[in-house]
T-cell receptor, first 117, second 117 residues
Framework: DTGVSQNPRHKITKRGQNVTFRCDPISEHNRLYWYRQTLGQGPEFLTYFQNEAQLEKSRLLSDRFSAERPKGSFSTLEIQRTEQGDSAMYLC???????????????FGPGTRLTVL | GENVEQHPSTLSVQEGDSAVIKCTYSDSASNYFPWYKQELGKGPQLIIDIRSNVGEKKDQRIAVTLNKTAKHFSLHITETQPEDSAVYFCAASIRDAGGTSYGKLTFGQGTILTVHP
């Protein structure tokens, strides 16, 4: 399967703990996105990368959230000092991203469901 | 920022009937409009997309229409089948904070489609 993969698929943690999620995009996709989805809502944009450069971060991404894509391949999303309000599905998507001024097709992974107790 | 409204929130049809889901967007500069299908516990799957230079696009039983003047676009599913039952999301591309890149999507709230056999 050459689609977007995310690990872990499920994560249960206690409030105050740190968690890290990983996303492996489709091979040769230059652009990688992180979204958050709460129950009954559409995905909300968090941040995205063009290769290793983080181009934009949403205001939803508080100081407790950090994302990296060090070599322009896989990405990690870390949440520090988790809160119950962080409970959600965290989705990763990737796209070819050959030209910066065109929105190209985004392919989503299966998501990581985070539950903060 | 961009705002995408989606209606209806739930839609129930009989197998073989047609289903129509409508979305409106606020940013006249949006130029890319995908539709995603999401099944329980899975990430969104692209089913069809349309760009602003096209008014209609069709792929077998699925079609999308775009009215740029009115800033709305619609998903049409004909000859519905029980396996079409899922949550459907529309989305629109929006500019990043620099106003030059269209890297991210704003999603509607979703429509729960139920197709009864």
């Amino acid at each position: 399967d050459t689609g977007v993969s995310q690990n872990p698929r499920h994560k249960i943690t206690k409030r105050g703990q740190n968690v890290t999620f990983r996303c492996d995009p489709i091979s040769e996709h230059n652009r990688l996105y992180w979204y958050r989805q709460t129950l009954g809502q559409g995905p909300e944009f968090l941040t995205y990368f063009q290769n290793e450069a983080q181009l934009e971060k949403s205001r939803l991404l508080s100081d407790r959230f950090s994302a990296e894509r060090p070599k322009g391949s896989f990405s990690t999303l870390e949440i520090q000092r988790t809160e119950q309000g962080d409970s959600a599905m965290y989705l990763c998507a990737s796209s070819l991203g050959l030209t910066i001024d065109i929105t190209d097709t985004q392919y989503f992974g299966p998501g990581t469901r985070l539950t903060v107790l | 920022g961009e705002n995408v409204e989606q209606h209806p929130s739930t839609l129930s049809v009989q197998e073989g009937d047609s289903a129509v889901i409508k979305c409106t967007y606020s940013d006249s500069a949006s130029n890319y409009f995908p539709w995603y299908k999401q099944e329980l516990g899975k990430g969104p799957q692209l089913i069809i997309d349309i760009r602003s230079n096209v008014g209609e696009k069709k792929d077998q039983r699925i079609a999308v229409t775009l009215n740029k003047t009115a800033k709305h676009f619609s998903l049409h599913i004909t000859e519905t089948q029980p396996e079409d039952s899922a949550v459907y999301f529309c989305a629109a591309s929006i500019r990043d904070a620099g106003g030059t890149s269209y890297g991210k999507l704003t999603f509607g709230q979703g429509t729960i489609l139920t197709v009864h056999p």
